[in-house]
Structure formats: structure tokens, C-alpha cells
């Protein structure tokens, strides 16, 4: 025989799915939309009890409520740090109600049930980031109650609801109007999972706070990410994706951008968009970077954008299709004129003029991104690589030695026009597989080798690539020369200057190549490798 009681009635089993929600619990801390929907429970006979300034904003607004005090028999206490921690309350929201027992111990105690709580916790993470806040304050604003009774409820999901999101006030709120008070199985399930969900990024937002302040290499390393959007598929059409962003960030490879045409943002795309953003913080003055295949195919910089671009894309043309293009000024009608000549998947800039954007719509299919995040990137924060079953992290290699901290080894040193060469090629490279292999000319890139298994073979792709007259450019190479074979060639091609960390038990071979050349060879110290 089917029970379904008023649980706020007695002690008779009620199965899984069959609770009518007759009392709810609301303390909230972001008080969006929670008067309409105390209301709404209100409406449905649903009795409402309520802490803090949750219940002076409920009553202030003519809703009827219950005090929690009155609810658990004992007061508010400590500044409001203790107010629902109460075995009365946990015991009404985990109580097995279709237990014989657990029922039976709730009417000797005089239990009443708490059928759904609506909960969202005390704003640490937003806390922890204000500038100047000390440590007292945020230690504060980590809530004690509200995890406990979102994780009751959530447990319990057979026979209580947790609501965390003012997101679902509505559809909850449809659903029970719907059914005379209730809330089927799958939704309470799916509401538990969120409320997990939830008290976990909390409980790792508090986390990594403790832990920042200490080691930067925890034995345990918690994040949390949230979903910022679905992706049409992955690397491959057959593959699933979906992009997240890590909780806490101060930016993401997407935070306030704005798409102004084009198609969806692929999988692809925002590798390709998160390589080529971390370039061109390189540059200051007018500069586009122009990305395939998560490697540089052409980077320059100029007088003005159009410049730039130009110099860019004449690096190399034929891999320039189909690739993705950022410029650090706005887009101007005359550069928008010179991108619709060519196949752009992704256009990306701080801006772009009416006329710009007028010209760049006859190209329905490139999607036109802009840039308004003004703040910058945290590149403190280590870099995370998933393997199978793990996580590698390591410190960003972020910065680049400074010219007093490189060591000329030639017995003819740079000129001033080559110092500036090197330094523009050195940036480049940083930023290119390894193995990696740049040549730069004018400031711009004229020939880049990457990705190959040797050092020499990625000095021959650069050299191949190379469109123009090589004599009086710069070579940048990741990591030393095991041997003088990659360096020969490059000397034998005009190549009169090259930069390269140094450290191979040959060097005394490769520096006597380059003075024989009459070139000029600077070690750094340190290699750029890029995996």
C-alpha cells in the first residue's frame, strides 16, 4: 500500500519520490530573486523557516516565516556563527523515511521534517580576491552551516531537495505547481548533484587559499573548473568537447570576449587563440601574431596594425590559411580590406572601427572576436598538463633573461641592429615547439622551424620557409646545438647573428663556425623548451 503523508504530520514511511514538500529552510547569502521565491513556496502552503538576514529580508517583504530559533529551540549565537547547527535541523533533513527506525526515533524527538533547503554560501571566493582584505575577514566568510545543510539535503536527496542556484528558483517552483508540491526523483538527484558540485568548488576555493599561503607544490593540488561553453566537437569531429574555466582565475582565454560574427568557436580554435594570446603579450607597440596549428606561422611588428600584419602573413602565406590572426590595436577599414583577401578562421583585436566591421561581415564564416578584458593575466599561476590518470604542473615559463644577463661568446659582438633582432626572435621562440628554430629579419619572423625531432632538421624547415634573402637576419634556436651542422647551415644561408641558451659539450665547435662566418653568437643561459 502506497503512504504519502504531510511530513510535517507524523511518523507514517513514505517511499523515495513521494515527499510533498511541506516545509522549506532559506538562508541565503546572494539574495537574488529569494522574496519571489519565498512566495512561491508560501503560495503552495509550504511552511517557510528562515535565519538572519535572510529572515529580515522575507519579513520585510510580508512573507510569513518561522525563525530558526524557533524552529531548533536554541538561539542565534557567536555573531551568527552558530545559528542552524542543531541536531533538530539534521535530523529533519537525513532522516531515511522509509526507515521504520529512523522514523520512529524522529516522533520520540519530536523531529519535523525539512523537506527542502535553499542554500548559497557566504562569498569567500569574492572576498579573498578584494584587494587589501586581511586575513581575519576572509577566514570570516567561510561558512560553517550552510555546506553542512546543502550536504544534508543533497545526501538525502531520496526524501529532501537542496536548491543552491537562484537559477532554479523557477523551474522548481513550475515543477511543484505541477505536481501538487512534489519534485520527482531525477529532479532532486539532479539538484543533489549540483549542491556537490557546489560545496566542492567552495570547500577548494577555501583550500587553495590556506595553501597559497604555504607551499607551492601542496601534496594535495585542488582546482575547480566551470564550464563556460559546449564546443561543436573536440580536436576530431568524433570527439566530445567542451570548454571550462578555472574557478578563480583573475582571467581565462575567453573572459570578456565578445563574438561579433562568424561561426562557433571550435576545440581548436581556442588552443590556437590561447597560444597566440600568450605571444603577443610580448609586444607592446603595433604587432599581429598569426597562429596554426597552436605554432607561429608569422609574427611581426610594424610602424602601424596594417604594417604589421603584412610583414606577418608574408612570413609565411601558405600556412597562414586558414589560421588565426591577432592584432593589438583596433581593426581599421584598410587592414579589414587586406584580411578578407585571405582565409582567417579567427580574427581576433581590442576593437574595431564601423567600417572595419562592415568589411569584415562580407566574410560570414570568420569569427570576429573582440577583446575588452583590460585586466592582466596571472602568470604566477602554475601551468597544468593532464596525463593519463594525473596531473603534471610546473611554473610558467613566462619571462625571458634580460640582455646584461646573456653572454656574447663570438669574438665579434651584435650590432645595436642585431641586439634588437635576437631580442625580437628570442620572444618568438619562447613561443614555438620545440624544437624550435626562428628566423627574423626587420622585426619580423621570415622563417620558422618547429616541432621536429632534431635541432638541425627544424634549421633546414626555417630555412625552406624562408621567402627572402637571408643575409643579415637573426636565428633564435630553444635549446643548444648538439652539433655545428644546424649553425653551418644557417651561417652558409647569411644568417649573421644567433641567439641560443648554450651548454652543449660542442660549443667550442659551433663558436668557431660563427667566427670563421664573421657572425655573431650570444648565449642566454636558459632554454626555452616547449612540449
Not at 553542512?148 to 513550475?174: G, Q, W
Not at 583573475?250 to 580554435?269: A, D, F
Not at 568589411?359 to 602554475?382: F, H, Q, S, W, Y
Not at 649553425?487 to 641560443?500: D, F, K, R, S, V
Request: aromatic share 6%; charged share 25%; with cysteine.
Amino acid at each position: 500500500m502506497e503512504h504519502i503523508v504531510d511530513p510535517a504530520a507524523g511518523a507514517a514511511p513514505v517511499r523515495p519520490g513521494d515527499v510533498r514538500v511541506a516545509r522549506a529552510l532559506l538562508s541565503v547569502s546572494d539574495k537574488t530573486g529569494i522574496v519571489e521565491f519565498a512566495r512561491g513556496l508560501s503560495e503552495l502552503g509550504i511552511e517557510i523557516i528562515s535565519t538572519g538576514g535572510t529572515a529580515r529580508t522575507l519579513s520585510e517583504a510580508g512573507v510569513p516565516l518561522r525563525g530558526i530559533s524557533d524552529f531548533t529551540g536554541f538561539p542565534e549565537i557567536m555573531d551568527g556563527r552558530v545559528k542552524t547547527l542543531h541536531p533538530k535541523l539534521y535530523a529533519g533533513l537525513l532522516a531515511v523515511r522509509d526507515d521504520e527506525s529512523h522514523m520512529r526515533a524522529a516522533q520520540e524527538q519530536d523531529v519535523e521534517f525539512v523537506d527542502l533547503v535553499c542554500v548559497n554560501l557566504y562569498p569567500f571566493e569574492r572576498t579573498a580576491a578584494q584587494r587589501g582584505v586581511t586575513d581575519p575577514e576572509v577566514i570570516e566568510n567561510i561558512d560553517i552551516g550552510g555546506p553542512t545543510m546543502i550536504r544534508a539535503a543533497a545526501k538525502n536527496s531520496a526524501f529532501a531537495a537542496p536548491v543552491v542556484s537562484p537559477e532554479s528558483y523557477d523551474a522548481v517552483l513550475a515543477e511543484m505547481r505541477e505536481s501538487q508540491g512534489r519534485l520527482s526523483l531525477r529532479t532532486r538527484e539532479s539538484l543533489a548533484a549540483e549542491a556537490f558540485a557546489y560545496t566542492a568548488r567552495y570547500d577548494t576555493a577555501i583550500a587553495r587559499w590556506f595553501q597559497e599561503k604555504g607551499e607551492d607544490f601542496p601534496p594535495l593540488f585542488v582546482r575547480a573548473f566551470e564550464k563556460v561553453l559546449d564546443l561543436p566537437y573536440g580536436e576530431n569531429p568524433h570527439q566530445r568537447a567542451a570548454y571550462y574555466a578555472q574557478v578563480g582565475a583573475r582571467t581565462h582565454v575567453l573572459s570578456m570576449i565578445s563574438q561579433l560574427g562568424g561561426k562557433q568557436l571550435s576545440y581548436n580554435n581556442l588552443l590556437d587563440l590561447d597560444a597566440a594570446r600568450l605571444m603577443m603579450g610580448e609586444f607592446q607597440i603595433p604587432a599581429c601574431v598569426i597562429v596554426k596549428h597552436n605554432n607561429p606561422c608569422g609574427v611581426a611588428v610594424g610602424s602601424g596594425v596594417l604594417e604589421a600584419y603584412q610583414r606577418a602573413f608574408a612570413c609565411d602565406p601558405m600556412s597562414a590559411f586558414g589560421g588565426i590572426i591577432l592584432v593589438n590595436r583596433p581593426v581599421d577599414r584598410p587592414l579589414a580590406e587586406a584580411l578578407i583577401e585571405q582565409f582567417v578562421e579567427v580574427l581576433f583585436a581590442p576593437g574595431y572601427e564601423a567600417d572595419a566591421l562592415q568589411v569584415l561581415g562580407t566574410k560570414p564564416n570568420m569569427r570576429i572576436l573582440e577583446d575588452c578584458e583590460r585586466r592582466t593575466a596571472n602568470l604566477l599561476e602554475p601551468a597544468l598538463r593532464q596525463v593519463v590518470g594525473g596531473l603534471l604542473v610546473q611554473d610558467r615559463d613566462f619571462d625571458l633573461e634580460d640582455r646584461a644577463e646573456m653572454q656574447v661568446v663570438s669574438s665579434r659582438r651584435p650590432t645595436d641592429a642585431e641586439w634588437s633582432e635576437l631580442a625580437f626572435a628570442w620572444r618568438v621562440c619562447k613561443h614555438v615547439r620545440s624544437n624550435a628554430i626562428v628566423l627574423a629579419r626587420d622585426l619580423g619572423t621570415v622563417g620558422i622551424g618547429a616541432g621536429q625531432m632534431s635541432r638541425v632538421d627544424s634549421v633546414r624547415l626555417a630555412l625552406e620557409k624562408a621567402r627572402t634573402d637571408l643575409a643579415g637576419a637573426a636565428l633564435a634556436s630553444d635549446a643548444f646545438f648538439p652539433f655545428s651542422d644546424g649553425p653551418q647551415l644557417a651561417l652558409e644561408a647569411g644568417i649573421t647573428a644567433i641567439i641560443q641558451p648554450g651548454g652543449s659539450v660542442r660549443d667550442p665547435d659551433i663558436v668557431e663556425a660563427v667566427d670563421a662566418a664573421g657572425a655573431a653568437m650570444v648565449f642566454t643561459g636558459r632554454r626555452h623548451f616547449r612540449h
